[in-house]
């Protein structure tokens, strides 16, 4: 498989796995507060996070770390809280 198409997939899953997030919670599909929607969001935006430091896009960088530090914060939290 060519290494774009590869990148390209990758992150349409990254993408697909953060709107299944968001549009589980904007539907009522999904609980936020669950891990099931960090989970996604975790992972999503770890994929992306990969994707945007090859090349570096220091704006896209920012905005899929932060997104991943926090989705796995949430989820530590819940896991200590519980």
């Not at 599909?29 to 996604?40: C, E, G, V």
């Amino acid at each position: 498989m060519d290494i774009s198409l590869a990148r390209q997939l990758a992150s349409f899953v990254g993408a697909l796995l953060i709107l299944v997030a968001y549009a589980g919670h904007q539907l009522k599909w999904m609980d936020p507060r669950k891990a099931t929607y960090n989970i996604l969001n975790a992972a999503g935006s770890a994929i992306l996070t990969y994707i945007a430091f090859h090349p570096f896009q220091v704006g896209f960088v920012v905005l899929e770390v932060t997104w991943t530090i926090i989705s796995l914060y949430v989820l530590m939290r819940q896991r200590i809280v519980n």
